[in-house]
């Protein structure tokens, strides 16, 4: 039996497809190949650069990786646990120096509180600047926006260098480098709130002759406030890890602490540090989370 | 008319149109007490405003000195540095990758269904998620010696919660129908990641990992300031000797290469999504 036959139109459609599926296919070869190759290179680049597989550390970096977790491991002895400091292996001696860490624990807590309520503040005013909806010289908004982007460009370490040097050493440094970072994200991120306001409610007040007090009072921060208390929080959260990294270069908190450890190569204190300081942001996580899941079903509500 | 209407709500719904003290009261207290925190705040950091004036002061010097930015006759270097930082940035995102892509497989409730597992396993990573790149880099530089190898571990260290986080939501969020497919045609269980699963996650994935790759540059550039070499070594000496124009030189260099990198980045991203 005889296959029907084509019309020539047809036979040239399929010779179409089949033409393009497998130029398609071969430019997808060819790009997963380009992709491939540049990644490596880069890759290869990239652990020469950082002198990942260097004989100067020694080489063997598994090795090396392993003789330092058991340096930071602390020595406990399961007969001594709850002894005085004096005693070799009990938790006492581990933690030595537990309440001025706790004290600048606390002082870190509260670097990065301050540090987020300056910028709140900071970040609302930059916020109303550059929202299209509110600001309508174009010029303003450009310069606030650009401004703002460079802020977010550069590491809250690199200011808090730049500001110890200014302000001395102390946790002032630290509060005005949280300040400054955080206005930049959160001026951002207001001001793309400020730009989601329904204007119809505000309409509607104008309707009814509300003046602008009024108007912001019952139209636009009913409307926004849940959002900026929530991006606040999690900027708090963000803030409290930033402030314990700061003191590392002197701007104040339980950073200075670490710092000393490692002066020291006390490790093991290094461990318990850190693990105070990991306790810390899980306790703050807890009570933002609830406040947040909180202002959110007020939010709801409304 | 109008106060008729005012009238009729009144004697209808009176505690709707009476101011409500008890509750306003409460606002005022509540406000009250938070500013009189930060008040108690400010003075156990015992801020002082005569600080502040004299560091704005001091600014005001540096940024003079800042003005015109100089390369000090020492550009190679400084490129060397930035491409350092870069290499950092790119080894440790990769590594961080490699490790955190079968601890995302294990927290997606969707391939282990224990649910405790799964919590703990959660809620681990959270814990980890807070330590910043720098406290890592502290320990490892002074455990591996100077250079960046430690600043690489670092970043790799303080990305695998986070990164094992997102994998593992973007596993959860796949379609499993397709690896239903591809079990029911008896594959075995790597062939049925690899062939209903990879697909879908593997494109989210790899631009979450560029995300990271953006923001480890910018950690990276910090991490030299322990030691870990890279640009924040050089600005970190730059500042120490109150050579602010060289300082100013490197920051400008660096946003410049960030934003490269962020467009570059954020051109591939769109391409993946």
Redesign the interface.
Same mark, same amino acid.
């Given at each position: 039996m005889r296959s029907p036959p084509v019309e020539p139109a047809a036979r040239s459609v399929v010779a179409d497809f089949e033409r393009d599926r497998r130029l398609f296919l071969r430019r997808r070869r060819w790009e997963t190949l380009v992709g491939t190759l540049i990644f490596s290179g880069l890759l290869l680049v990239s652990f020469q650069h950082s002198q990942f597989f260097s004989s100067d550390i020694g080489g063997d970096p598994l090795g090396r990786i392993a003789d330092f977790l058991g340096r930071m491991s602390p020595r406990l002895s399961p007969a001594a646990l709850f002894s005085d400091r004096a005693t070799q292996g009990s938790l006492a001696s581990w933690l030595y120096d537990l309440p001025l860490w706790l004290k600048l624990g606390w002082q870190t807590v509260e670097m990065a509180i301050l540090g987020t309520v300056v910028g709140v503040i900071g970040g609302l005013a930059a916020s109303f600047l550059c929202a299209r909806n509110l600001m309508p010289i174009p010029a303003v908004r450009f310069v606030v926006r650009r401004g703002l982007e460079m802020i977010r460009t550069v590491p809250e370490i690199i200011l808090a260098l730049i500001l110890v040097a200014a302000f001395g050493v102390g946790p002032l440094a630290g509060i005005i480098a949280l300040a400054i970072s955080t206005t930049g994200s959160l001026g951002k991120l207001f001001s793309e709130i400020n730009e989601q306001v329904d204007p119809r409610q505000l309409e509607a007040m104008d309707a009814s002759g509300a003046g602008l007090v009024g108007k912001i009072r019952y139209g636009v921060v009913p409307q926004v406030l849940p959002n900026y208390a929530s991006y606040a929080l999690i900027r708090l959260e963000g803030n409290l890890a930033g402030a314990a990294a700061l003191g590392i270069v002197g701007a104040g908190g339980i950073g200075i602490e670490l710092q000393r450890a490692i002066s020291y190569t006390e490790f093991d204190t290094y461990l318990a540090i850190l693990v105070l300081m990991v306790g810390l942001i899980f306790v703050i996580d807890i009570v933002s989370e609830a406040i947040r899941h909180r202002l959110m079903r007020l939010g709801a509500a409304r | 008319m109008n106060s008729r209407a005012y009238e009729r709500a009144l004697a209808t719904a009176p505690h709707i149109l009476r101011p409500n003290w008890p509750r306003r009261l409460g606002v005022v207290a509540a406000v009250g007490l938070v500013l009189a925190a930060?008040a108690a705040?400010?003075v156990? &950091?015992?801020?002082a405003p005569e600080?502040?004036v004299?560091?704005?002061g001091?600014?005001g010097r540096?940024a003079h000195a800042a003005f015109p930015p100089s390369d000090g006759g020492q550009w190679r270097r400084i490129l060397h540095a930035l491409?350092?930082t870069?290499?950092?940035a790119?080894?440790g995102t990769?590594l961080a990758a490699v490790a955190a892509a079968p601890l995302g497989l294990i927290g997606a409730k969707t391939v282990v269904g224990q649910p405790v597992v799964h919590f703990l396993f959660r809620r681990a990573l959270?814990?980890?998620r807070?330590?910043?790149s &720098?406290?890592w880099a502290?320990?490892?530089v002074?455990?591996?010696?100077l250079?960046?190898?430690g600043?690489?571990?670092a970043l790799a260290l303080a990305d695998i919660p986070s990164l094992a986080k997102l994998f593992s939501e973007a596993i959860e969020n796949s379609d499993e129908r397709p690896m239903e497919g591809v079990r029911s045609a008896g594959v075995s269980p790597l062939m049925a990641l690899r062939y209903g699963l990879a697909p879908q996650a593997a494109p989210v994935i790899a631009s979450q990992c560029l995300f990271f790759l953006e923001s480890n540059f910018?950690?990276a550039?910090?991490l030299g300031?322990?030691g870990a070499g890279g640009i924040?070594f050089e600005?970190?000496e730059r500042?120490r000797v109150?050579a602010f124009d060289e300082?100013a030189f490197i920051?400008i260099l660096?946003?410049v290469c960030?934003?490269v990198l962020d467009t570059v980045s954020q051109r591939l991203r769109a391409r993946l999504a």
């Open positions: - | 930060l705040m400010v156990d &950091l015992q801020l600080a502040i004299a560091g704005v001091k600014l540096f491409g350092e870069f290499a950092m790119f080894a990769v959270d814990w980890c807070g330590v910043p &720098l406290v502290l320990i490892l002074s455990a591996f010696g250079g960046p190898f600043g690489v571990i910018r950690n550039a910090v300031i322990v924040g600005l970190q500042i109150f300082a920051i660096y946003m960030v934003a």
